[in-house]
């Protein structure tokens, strides 16, 4: 209900879907976790971090005597910030409110302020990131959403991410702490910097609960731990996960429409299984997920790896089958990388020297579906883009 100049606020009931994780939460990374990456990283993706010179740190009992300054050091714009304070100017969200138990209930105040679609600003995605981070920063910084710093420069624009922040790069964890970061600064700039759930954070999220508890995959015994690192799953990246992390990514969307375009992670029909409106699908998954039930949860996983529903033939009625059901002119995903659509030479580990030529998103199925993995695991392009596309 919009709100008008000079009228109460209105007093509702807060339902359980109103509380979230506030994205301003933020974590320490640990010190023995800011060096190289694994050497199982190729090197071309080694990620130092470098100090800036200029930026101080705290002394630390090894590096130097009581009272006396450290060489400075400036962290990675990818790190989050420690402190329990919210960003100066962040205005909470209904969305953005502690997480209650079921069957609490409160009474919150919420101002919704007048917005028109000419109020709104430009709306951004950003394809699977996979932990290179600093291609990630490269890529936002191109799009003018961060400054030099890393800090949100775009004032009221959205910015959507697609999924699969962690495995295969260097700094999963480090991509995870910048778009938590970046979701606070522009809420407090005006806009929102929000993320869908990919497969790899279903992956990441049953390999830290369920390790090595076997589940029935359909061929035999598995488990996310063993999953988690077939599919490149990193040491680094499970030592600095914490639970803020984890209570991020089991809370993410899977679906949304936004400017008629219906974005999700995973170029499947598979969404159809958990709901036939956008908030049952999201309703549904966050409920498996909280259940912790493993073998729940690896079906969601298995179902959601599923790729190509619409790249060969019956592909554009796929599309079609699932714009009818749940709104908007296009889909665009992530997941598959765009060199396997095209049936390019390539491998998600980057074992291809030459790389793909990704130049932008792909658009296919008649039309109806665009493709945002650039395929930056495999020396391809990391995208970040603005909608629609002028194609």
Request: hydrophobic residues 35%.
């Amino acid at each position: 209900m919009t709100q008008g100049a000079g009228q109460e606020p209105v007093v509702r009931t807060a339902t359980l879907r109103d509380f979230r994780v506030p994205p301003y939460a933020q974590t320490p990374v640990p010190p023995q976790a800011q060096g190289a990456p694994p050497s199982s990283v190729p090197p071309h993706t080694t990620d130092p971090h470098p100090p800036a010179p200029g930026a101080p740190v705290p002394p630390t009992a090894a590096s130097a005597p009581p009272h006396t300054a450290a060489p400075p050091r400036a962290p990675h714009p990818g790190n989050a910030v420690v402190g329990d304070e919210q960003p100066e100017g962040y205005t909470p969200t209904e969305r953005d409110l502690p997480v209650i138990r079921r069957g609490d209930t409160v009474q919150v105040k919420t101002v919704t302020e007048p917005r028109s679609d000419e109020g709104r600003g430009p709306l951004f995605v950003v394809g699977d990131v996979h932990g290179y981070l600093d291609e990630l920063l490269a890529a936002l910084g191109e799009q003018g959403l961060i400054d030099a710093e890393g800090n949100w420069a775009a004032g009221n624009a959205r910015l959507w991410f697609l999924g699969d922040f962690t495995d295969r790069g260097p700094d999963g964890i480090g991509v995870i702490d910048l778009v938590m970061r970046l979701s606070a600064e522009a809420a407090a700039a005006g806009g929102y910097c929000k993320a869908l759930m990919g497969n790899h954070e279903l992956l990441l999220i049953g390999a830290k609960r369920f390790a090595d508890t076997p589940v029935n995959s359909g061929a035999g015994t598995a488990t996310f731990q063993a999953a988690w690192l077939l599919n490149g799953g990193q040491k680094a990246d499970m030592d600095r996960l914490q639970d803020v992390h984890l209570q991020w990514m089991s809370r993410l969307d899977a679906v949304v429409e936004e400017d008629g375009h219906l974005l999700m992670h995973s170029d499947t029909t598979a969404y159809l299984d958990y709901g036939s409106s956008i908030e049952d699908v999201n309703d549904t998954i966050t409920a498996i997920l909280t259940r912790n039930d493993a073998d729940e949860c690896w079906d969601l996983f298995r179902k959601l790896t599923k790729r190509f529903a619409f790249r060969d033939e019956g592909g554009s009625q796929a599309v079609r089958e699932l714009l009818a059901t749940y709104g908007g002119q296009r889909v665009v995903h992530g997941h598959s990388p765009i060199p396997y659509l095209l049936g390019e030479v390539g491998t998600e580990e980057g074992d291809d020297s030459s790389g793909p030529v990704v130049n932008g998103p792909h658009v296919y199925a008649d039309g109806l579906a665009i493709a945002m993995d650039g395929g930056v695991t495999m020396a391809g392009k990391l995208l970040v883009v603005q909608l629609p596309l002028h194609d």
